[in-house]
């Protein structure tokens, strides 16, 4: 496949960015990934260079731009965890706000003209209720929420005022692994529901906490949208080439549509592992909605987008064998195949 173009991915050792590297590189893009290593992990870097810097060292952005030709960046490098975000909001929008203005310089100082951005869906806040589109009013919750937000403004007002161009894309909560086995989600501290609780259904943990079981849901526990971690890596190469284009700047939501209580991703669990999820019932976690799904057909529409990964069996079944655990179903189905 003829290479298309360089493209800067910063963050691109993390979660998320490297499974876009791998989406991007399957696409026919160069991914060059720019990330400190905080939270990434350099062994996820597998298809194309790594210069490890800061995403605020201006100077080192414009000079890994210059050096591989780099057409257009997609910006991952960020702080993601909500509550961390309550107690140390200076280091979240210096990290955050910072990396988005010393991105933004160093593509206007070489030319750059195409950002693809790693928004979210804590953008909304607490939404009134049913699918959010985006059009639903930004009224974000937290300073992590908050410091998205001025990510996006930024974006606006420079698009605008230096003829840069950006798909702001919100995920709903990214989760699943790569179905080929290549990566998987590490973070320290795991704060997250599916990685939780597939460690405390494998025993490497005690019992899950479900936090809250009064909110006004189906079972009383809170609901979000999970879209599957390899669909958000493509989201991000239809995002690029919709730019490459010429499309204008937009905001997109990406999920899967669906929403997902606590207690369904537990059952989830279990009937794909075969493993019970221990976990005992606390009590609400401060800041978190009661429900958050995606109206996803803006995306869909824009980009052409559809998830093909995002049911939760096939999510868990993908992320359960970096926690030590198998798809029960397929080996069932495998010993039937054997009598
Ligand atoms: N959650 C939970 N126990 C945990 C972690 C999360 O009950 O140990 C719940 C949380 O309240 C939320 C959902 O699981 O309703 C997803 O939380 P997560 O932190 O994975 O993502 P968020 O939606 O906060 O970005």
Known sequence: MALRFPILVTGGAGF??????????????LPVTVDNLSTGHADAVKWGPLVNADVRDQTALCRTIREHDVEAVIHFAASAYVGESMTRPAFYYDNNAGGMIALINACISTGVKQIVFSSSCATYG???????RETTP???INPY??????????????SSG???RFAALR???????????ELCERHDPETHLLPLALQAASGQRGPLQVFGTDYCTRDGSCERDYIHVSDLARGHVLAADYLAAGGPSTALNLGS????????????IQRVTGAPVPHELVGRRPGDPPSLTADAELAAKTLGFRTEHSGLDQIISDAAPSFGLADARKA???RHAAE
């Not at 607490?126 to 959010?132: N, Q, T």
């Not at 929420?145 to 420079?158: I, Q, V």
């Not at 995920?171 to 086995?181: K, Q, R, V």
């Open 145 to 158: 929420g908050r410091s998205k937000l001025m990510c996006e403004e930024m974006l606006r007002d420079c």
């Open 332 to 334: 069932r189905h495998g």
């Open 171 to 181: 995920y709903f909560n990214a989760a699943g692994a790569d179905p080929e086995g």
């Open 138 to 140: 930004q009224a974000p």
């Open 257 to 268: 549509g669906t929403g997902h209580t606590v207690f369904e991703v537990l059952a989830a």
């Open 16 to 29: 998320i960015g490297s499974h876009a590297c791998k989406a991007l590189s399957q696409a026919g893009y």
């Open 126 to 132: 607490i939404p009134a209720g049913g699918p959010i």
């Open 162 to 164: 230096h003829g840069l």
